[in-house]
């Protein structure tokens, strides 16, 4: 009798277990994100303190977010091998290192450098997909990468307390308000200590014995599947859902600011706005994903987002036409005004959100025994996405005039990978049995 319940007690110890590592690792993921990218916000009053000009303070974020994306990869394959508890732990106590320096940092060539050192944080999103990975049964990984992916919503944690303690960011200078020092740097204090406490959480709460998926294995058998084109699209998908998200959430308070003439207290709490439907509907993608497949789910995404980034690319102005007699007249006069961009931006968070978890949800479906390798692959390339899409809407600004063309961006890029995908699936239909149309969404055969 007592063997014939082992196995049900067992199968349930490890449903517990994997609960606790998926909050748990939710938890952890969405302050780490906060540090990741708190100077989006912070930018305003480190410029003000320090003099910079615009490009010095861009590449304060850059460099962050640079860092918080390189090293997602060897992140993810470290978690494969040793186990998630012991590289979330070491990876939030090492940032809170850098992040204390930060209250004290007074020269911009300091702030640099820790701002690259404090982007680590971003790494953790790799180690958090393998580790659930790990623990969670396949019928429910859409529904656990997606919950930990909704980590993301950290992205507003400094914008919030912004919006909610505006006199946090009053002040500056090496004076200090209590324990905690005055200004923008009471964010870096707070974060230090939050950043120790979870991982002593994270110690107590997850199981100790941990799910190992790749122990032992050789190197070259963990990164064999990055030489199949599958894995590079499905990273060019991450880099328009989740890169354009992370380029987005540093971007857009200084648009709302540019644009529309708005405080920045009120520009932090609009952009909120965009990256609380890009987060929190995460868990809803994974959902879609796991009912309905999540190929359909990314031709929904893209869908939605190539009507309303090609909506929001329209730019601002009218037609002027020069007539004979020397009149002239106006024509088609278009505007886009602050509320139906709000409402339309939000909309393209939501795709964004249900984007994400789909695309991870592919990862367990086609490579298994390699969802660090993989998984930290996308990743990696994802968040550079959020390194490189910055100064590219920019430059597209300065050579067009138009700021909306930092949608014609997106629309691009958008555009690329439904037509990839979209000629894959019909590739796909050509190439193998007409029986393969029923099956589309279990089983990818041909990249």
């Given at each position: 009798?007592?063997?014939?319940?082992?196995a049900?007690?067992q199968?349930?110890e490890?449903?517990?277990?994997?609960?606790?590592?998926?909050?748990?690792?939710?938890?952890a993921f969405?302050?780490?994100?906060?540090?990741?990218?708190?100077?989006?916000?912070?930018?305003?009053p480190?410029q003000?303190?320090?003099?910079?000009?615009?490009?010095?303070?861009?590449?304060?974020s850059?460099?962050?977010v640079?860092?918080g994306s390189m090293?997602?990869?060897?992140?993810?394959?470290?978690t494969?091998?040793?186990?998630?508890?012991?590289?979330?732990?070491?990876?939030?106590?090492?940032?809170?290192?850098?992040?204390?320096?930060?209250?004290?940092?007074?020269?911009?060539?300091?702030?640099?450098?820790?701002?690259?050192?404090v982007g680590?944080?971003?790494?953790?999103?790799?180690?958090?997909?393998?580790?659930?990975?790990?623990?969670?049964?396949?019928?429910?990984?859409?529904?656990?990468?997606g919950?930990?992916?909704?980590?993301?919503?950290?992205?507003?944690?400094?914008?919030?307390?912004?919006?909610?303690f505006?006199?946090?960011?009053?002040?500056?200078?090496?004076a200090?308000?209590?324990?905690?020092?005055?200004?923008?740097r009471?964010?870096p204090?707070?974060?230090?200590?939050?950043l120790?406490v979870?991982?002593?959480?994270?110690l107590?709460?997850?199981?100790?014995?941990d799910?190992?998926?790749?122990?032992?294995?050789?190197?070259?058998?963990?990164?064999?599947?990055?030489?199949?084109?599958?894995?590079?699209?499905?990273?060019?998908?991450?880099?328009?859902?989740?890169?354009?998200?992370?380029?987005?959430?540093?971007?857009?308070?200084k648009y709302?600011?540019?644009n529309?003439?708005?405080?920045?207290r009120?520009?932090?709490?609009?952009?909120?706005?965009?990256?609380?439907?890009?987060?929190?509907?995460?868990?809803?993608?994974g959902?879609f994903?796991?009912?309905?497949?999540a190929?359909?789910?990314?031709?929904?995404?893209?869908?939605v987002?190539?009507l309303?980034?090609?909506i929001?690319?329209?730019?601002?102005?009218?037609?002027?036409?020069?007539h004979v007699?020397?009149?002239?007249?106006?024509?088609l006069?278009y505007?886009?005004?602050?509320?139906p961009?709000t409402?339309?931006?939000?909309?393209l968070?939501?795709?964004?959100?249900?984007?994400k978890?789909?695309?991870?949800?592919h990862?367990?479906e086609?490579?298994?025994?390699?969802?660090g390798?993989?998984?930290?692959?996308v990743?990696?390339?994802?968040?550079?996405?959020?390194?490189?899409?910055?100064p590219?809407?920019a430059?597209?600004?300065?050579?067009?005039?138009?700021?909306t063309?930092?949608?014609?961006?997106?629309?691009?890029l958008?555009?690329?990978?439904?037509?990839?995908?979209?000629?894959?699936?019909i590739?796909?239909?050509?190439?193998?049995?007409?029986?393969?149309?029923?099956?589309?969404?279990?089983?990818?055969?041909?990249?």
């Amino acid at each position: 009798m007592a063997t014939v319940q082992a196995a049900p007690r067992q199968r349930v110890e490890e449903r517990g277990g994997a609960t606790r590592v998926m909050w748990m690792s939710t938890l952890a993921f969405t302050l780490m994100f906060a540090v990741w990218l708190m100077f989006g916000v912070l930018g305003v009053p480190i410029q003000k303190e320090l003099g910079l000009s615009d490009p010095q303070l861009a590449w304060i974020s850059a460099v962050a977010v640079l860092n918080g994306s390189m090293w997602r990869l060897p992140a993810g394959m470290l978690t494969d091998r040793v186990g998630g508890r012991i590289v979330t732990v070491s990876m939030l106590l090492l940032t809170a290192i850098p992040c204390f320096f930060l209250t004290q940092v007074g020269s911009y060539g300091a702030l640099l450098i820790l701002a690259f050192l404090v982007g680590f944080a971003g790494n953790l999103f790799s180690v958090g997909i393998a580790w659930n990975s790990a623990w969670t049964s396949r019928d429910r990984q859409g529904f656990a990468l997606g919950v930990f992916g909704a980590g993301n919503v950290g992205a507003s944690v400094t914008k919030l307390l912004v919006v909610l303690f505006p006199g946090l960011v009053v002040g500056g200078g090496a004076a200090t308000m209590g324990f905690f020092p005055s200004g923008w740097r009471v964010f870096p204090a707070i974060y230090t200590i939050a950043l120790v406490v979870t991982a002593a959480l994270v110690l107590l709460v997850v199981p100790r014995k941990d799910k190992v998926a790749g122990s032992g294995k050789p190197l070259g058998e963990m990164l064999a599947p990055l030489k199949e084109i599958r894995v590079w699209r499905f990273s060019l998908y991450y880099v328009v859902v989740f890169g354009a998200y992370v380029a987005l959430s540093a971007w857009m308070p200084k648009y709302y600011v540019d644009n529309f003439d708005v405080e920045l207290r009120t520009a932090a709490l609009l952009t909120a706005l965009f990256i609380f439907p890009a987060s929190l509907l995460r868990p809803v993608g994974g959902i879609f994903s796991d009912r309905f497949g999540a190929r359909r789910v990314m031709y929904w995404t893209f869908g939605v987002m190539l009507l309303v980034s090609g909506i929001l690319m329209m730019p601002n102005g009218h037609i002027v036409i020069d007539h004979v007699d020397g009149s002239t007249t106006n024509h088609l006069a278009y505007a886009m005004g602050l509320v139906p961009f709000t409402v339309l931006l939000f909309v393209l968070g939501c795709a964004m959100g249900v984007g994400k978890a789909a695309v991870y949800k592919h990862i367990p479906e086609y490579f298994p025994d390699n969802v660090g390798s993989v998984g930290g692959l996308v990743g990696m390339l994802g968040g550079l996405g959020g390194f490189f899409l910055p100064p590219l809407f920019a430059y597209t600004k300065v050579w067009s005039g138009f700021p909306t063309s930092t949608f014609f961006v997106l629309f691009l890029l958008t555009a690329v990978c439904a037509a990839w995908m979209h000629w894959t699936v019909i590739h796909m239909l050509h190439t193998q049995s007409p029986e393969l149309a029923r099956d589309l969404e279990l089983k990818e055969s041909v990249s």
